[in-house]
């Protein structure tokens, strides 16, 4: 692997909730509203096309953003073996450009204690969108977006790297990331050292965002602000 490579950082954002069944209308109303507000926040969350064979046979089968032709697709994405494992989507951004492309899976319906709902987004990591969308308002705008439309337990956009470092199961909830999200059930919020930055998402919960500025890793002043901010959830019993 060259060094080249090895010093791109990649970050995800994931929202997570535990055992809810839900019908495929009621999860196509949820697609219908995260399709919505995340085409708002950046112009690479426009449109979306279904996996295929290859990216040209994927860029021929466009996801149609409305509930009628969202729920056709989540009914075709039933478990085949469990039912409460509810219903899976895939989708690409259809940007055919080495890592400046963007996808997201989201899984919701399932209502088993071994495997969590999820809304998983894979976002690019270097090239123009990665530039413009590795940025606190865009990933601010993203985690806000499927806060509204799936009403996790919890949420984060981080770093890949970061993660793997402070909690090797990367399991949502339990460490800290750039932008972060908790619902009001799981308490009140601390006071929080500068720069971190917390604000409502109407009455469901609370965002946290570490930096304004791209959360990295190799960055000594944010890995230590985030064991600060760590210390402090940790003391309020919010991690």
């Known amino acids: 692997m060259s060094e080249a490579f090895q010093r791109i950082e990649s970050y995800y954002a994931g929202a997570y909730w535990g055992p809810r069944k839900e019908s495929p209308e009621e999860c196509a109303r949820r697609a219908e509203v995260f399709l919505?507000?995340?085409s708002n926040v950046d112009p690479s969350f426009s449109r979306w096309f279904q996996q295929g064979r290859s990216r040209k046979d994927a860029l021929k089968r466009p996801?149609?953003?409305t509930r009628a032709a969202l729920e056709k697709l989540i009914r075709r994405g039933k478990d085949r073996q469990f039912e409460d494992l509810g219903y899976s989507v895939w989708a690409w951004n259809g940007v055919c450009v080495d890592y400046d492309d963007s996808g997201f899976n989201f899984a919701c319906g399932i209502y088993s204690d071994c495997v969590s709902n999820r809304c998983v987004f894979n976002l690019p990591t270097r090239g123009p969108n990665a530039e413009r969308?590795?940025?606190?308002?865009?990933l601010t705008g993203l985690v806000r977006s499927m806060v509204l439309a799936w009403e996790p337990d919890s949420a984060i956009a981080t770093s890949t790297l970061h993660r793997d470092k402070v909690a090797p199961t990367?399991?949502?909830?339990?460490f800290v990331g750039w932008i972060m999200y908790f619902p009001r059930s799981r308490g009140t919020i601390p006071p929080l050292p500068a720069p971190v930055r917390i604000e409502p998402?109407?009455?469901k919960g609370t965002l946290i965002v570490l930096t304004p500025e791209r959360f990295m890793a190799a960055?000594?002043?944010h890995v230590a602000l985030a064991?600060?901010?760590r210390e402090s959830l940790d003391r309020a019993g919010l991690l």
């Open 227 to 229: 064991e600060r901010v």
């Open 36 to 38: 919505a507000a995340v």
């Open 63 to 65: 996801i149609e953003p």
């Open 201 to 203: 998402v109407e009455d």
């Open 219 to 221: 960055n000594q002043e």
């Open 133 to 138: 969308v590795l940025s606190e308002p865009i």
């Open 170 to 174: 990367g399991k949502s909830g339990t």
